[in-house]
């Protein structure tokens, strides 16, 4: 069984914590091996500026509330563009190699065969499980095929509203949002959600990972929560 090694990218899944903590360490990693990473896509005070600017929309959204918020979502999206650009750029350096991953401050993981070429299609069935108790939902989606992660966003009573995005490097982007809104990512396809609100409909979408990239968000299946 085949197997390369590329830098991860669950940053995308993580807390903010640990997304603003890896940029300093790969920022800090890259710049401090300069024979080994010739040309980074970033300079110092680019990378600075990154940070800085994360730290603070972070702090302003947190104390001042919703005002703060759309410039906390620039500045988060900043953050993880930041870590796609440089894991792109680790992955074509290393060529396959952990410890040179290791040395940048990205981590090392292990992918079954070679990268696809293509990101996946949409997800275009997804069932409805009966559920088990109240306040419950099943969904699944359909397969989508090997070595892939299955993303689901589910809104209570309202679609995703308007602004939202995911590109095809699975960046996600919710604008403010008055609802509540569940985010599930797993290489399981069945989803299960508890201590939701009976007699509300639910909008539950599905989107598909691979090494290749993330790809589009499905329609919504819209769901009464029993």
Partial sequence: MNYIIICSREYRYATIQVVQDLITEVSTGIL?????FTAPPFTKVEADAVVSEFISCKNAF????KAQEPAWNTAFADGIQFLDKTADYVDGV????ADTITLSGHKPI???GRVPAQIPGEVLVIT???????GQIIVESELMGDNVHYGCIMVQGIPLPAGFSIDDKGLIIFPPCTSKIYHSVSNQKKKSFTGLVTGVDYYIYFYVVNAAGAGPVSTALIVNCG
């Fill in 128 to 134: 409805h499980i009966k559920e088990s108790s109240r």
């Fill in 32 to 36: 401090a091996y300069p024979l080994k």
């Fill in 94 to 97: 290393a060529k396959g190699d």
């Fill in 62 to 65: 947190h104390n001042g509330g």
């Fill in 110 to 112: 292990h992918v079954h």
